[in-house]
């Protein structure tokens, strides 16, 4: 269910059911599974997957590659990153095109909570119901259950018992 009259959503974007979309939000290419909530001023590529019941807050930006899990909540301002060495031109001065960088996918696993103004790195892992403080720049793995903060982000405490890891 699209609520928003100033959506932009392309043909190609599958959307789940009762999903969610304010005002001023650009999909284009990607996937939005069931229950999912979509905030204003939200950018989300082709290629990138939403799972179930995931609230992404305003002004987030979700990059081609990016996978995000069932049940994740996404703060306000949260930016992706799919490339390592990201640059606007070739060696030879030429724009770059779609074969001249190589999309590095990142995976945010289910229950995760990523802060407002988080960056998350190409490459990683989010693990299952960690925490990423706000403001935070992770760039490297965080484990299941894991509250991280800073930047870089490192580990704080875990929110696992000994009983939910078996």
């Given at each position: 269910m699209v609520t928003a009259e100033f959506a932009r959503i392309s043909p190609d974007v599958k959307l789940g059911h009762d999903v969610k979309i304010y005002a001023f939000v650009n999909l284009y290419g990607c996937e939005i599974g069931d229950e999912s909530r979509v905030g204003t001023f939200v950018e989300i590529q082709k290629g990138a997957k939403i799972g179930r019941r995931v609230k992404i807050s305003s002004h987030t930006f979700i990059c081609e590659g990016v996978t995000v899990e069932d049940e994740v909540f996404i703060g306000h301002g949260v930016m992706f990153i799919n490339d390592k060495y990201p640059r606007a031109t070739t060696a030879t001065g030429q724009?770059?095109?779609e074969a001249d960088w190589e999309c590095v996918p990142t995976l945010i696993k289910k229950g995760a909570s990523i802060g407002s103004n988080a960056?998350?790195?190409?490459?990683?892992t989010v693990g299952e119901r960690a925490?990423?403080?706000a403001g935070s720049v992770v760039t490297h793995d965080v484990p299941p259950g894991a509250v991280v903060a800073g930047s870089p982000a490192r580990l704080l405490k875990s929110i696992i018992?000994?009983?939910e890891e078996k």
């Open positions: 724009s770059q095109t960056t998350i790195l190409c490459g990683v925490i990423v403080g018992s000994e009983s």
